[in-house]
């Protein structure tokens, strides 16, 4: 009988001190992080020093446990799939062939498909970086992270993608984050059509100058554990355009929380069943502005200020509409002005169309092919 308890004894020792030791990195992040770059276009260069400020972010710990992978296309560089170590290296992991896209939907899908299998995970981020001008599917001109004749998001040499496209590429895979370094994908319309692939969306309601966000000091926020600091890489880009002069000083950038977007998606659709007519006198936030007839002048108004302005004479959606907003961003931030050539003082972090006062405009770049049309607009206006 001693010899039996010993046994047990010595048994449940060695099983405890086993459990303790069988997992020493168990506050490490089990997180997979694809970065697909578009940059067969005249951001070419820029990605190159992007990628480099991703390695600076890494080899300073910045992956904690998890795996980052970056998809690379470049005017010289074949499309191809890379892993990026802990000491900075690039590992290539899979080339695509010189006769594909990276703006091709069924691209942007197998590359999330080939990420994890490559690397599984028990959770993903995806950043999308390229050209964009938000919901529009064929556009005026932008010297930015956008540029003229493109189509929604993405550009690759001649061709682009349309948000409904991108939606359709990522239909079925879900991430917990989906970061947009690209312009104007801060707009309803496009988060709205994204709502279920990513419980937050950062993205920028203007412009995104050519540097794009600080990737050295955003790929930690990428990787915390146990989920991703969304707010601090926001943040982060923030307080690094805010910090500088003149025109470089121009930034605007929300966390959105997907999960109020159906909420606003009702609480909009009543307000403008009510009423579509903006009154007299308001001047509505644009987040674009026109040089000789471009830049995106009037295509992105500030979403509050112009459904705060239909129900203001009604207590109860107004009531309504203040609820459901203040829960869709866990943060927003703007700098004063942007280029030094309009206010940003009337900014609350998101744009919409104003499709009943402009259904030529929305009906040429796509605006009816969008499920905010369909769900939203269309509805209330009938």
Not at 162 to 177: H, V
Request: with cysteine; glycine share 6%.
């Amino acid at each position: 009988m001693n010899k039996i308890i010993l046994y047990i004894t010595l048994l449940l020792c060695f099983t405890s001190c086993k459990h303790d030791n069988d997992n020493p990195n168990k506050n490490s992040c089990q997180r997979t992080v694809l970065i697909y770059i578009a940059a067969n276009n005249n951001l070419s260069g820029y990605s190159q020093l992007d990628i480099e400020e991703m390695r600076q972010g890494v080899i300073s710990n910045g992956l904690n446990g998890g795996r980052l992978l970056i998809f690379n296309i470049t005017r010289k560089q074949s499309p191809a799939l890379y892993e990026m170590k802990d000491d900075g290296k690039m590992e290539l992991l899979k080339e695509y062939g010189d006769n594909i896209s990276s703006v091709d939907p069924g691209t942007l899908r197998q590359v999330c498909e080939d990420s994890r299998r490559i690397a599984p995970n028990s959770d993903y981020g995806l950043i999308l970086w390229s050209h964009s001008s938000g919901w529009l599917s064929h556009t005026p001109s932008s010297p930015n992270r956008n540029s003229g004749m493109e189509y929604s998001w993405g550009m690759d040499g001649s061709q682009a993608m349309t948000i409904p496209q991108l939606r359709e590429a990522l239909e079925g895979i879900s991430f917990s984050f989906i970061y947009f370094d690209s312009c104007f994908m801060g707009n309803i319309e496009s988060l709205y059509e994204l709502r279920n692939n990513a419980s937050a969306i950062v993205a920028s309601p203007t412009e995104v100058l050519t540097e794009g966000m600080p990737y050295d000091k955003n790929i930690k926020c990428f990787f915390a554990s146990p989920e991703a600091d969304m707010v601090q890489a926001a943040k982060n880009t923030f307080n690094y355009y805010n910090s500088l002069n003149g025109a470089d000083r121009s930034c605007t950038i929300s966390v959105y929380n997907t999960s109020a977007l159906e909420k606003l998606a009702s609480v909009a659709r009543n307000i403008m069943a009510a009423n579509t007519k903006i009154p007299q006198g308001v001047e509505l936030q644009q987040y674009g502005y026109n040089i000789n007839g471009a830049y995106f002048d009037g295509y992105f108004y500030d979403m509050y200020q112009y459904l705060s302005s239909l129900c203001i004479n009604n207590q109860q959606l107004t009531n309504e509409l203040n609820d459901v907003w203040n829960n869709l961003t866990t943060f927003q931030a703007h700098t004063p002005l942007f280029w030094n050539r309009f206010s940003l003082d009337k900014t609350n972090g998101v744009s919409c169309f104003i499709y009943p006062d402009n259904e030529i405009i929305g009906a040429k770049y796509g605006y009816t092919e969008l499920e905010w049309y369909t769900n939203v607009v269309l509805p209330s206006t009938k």
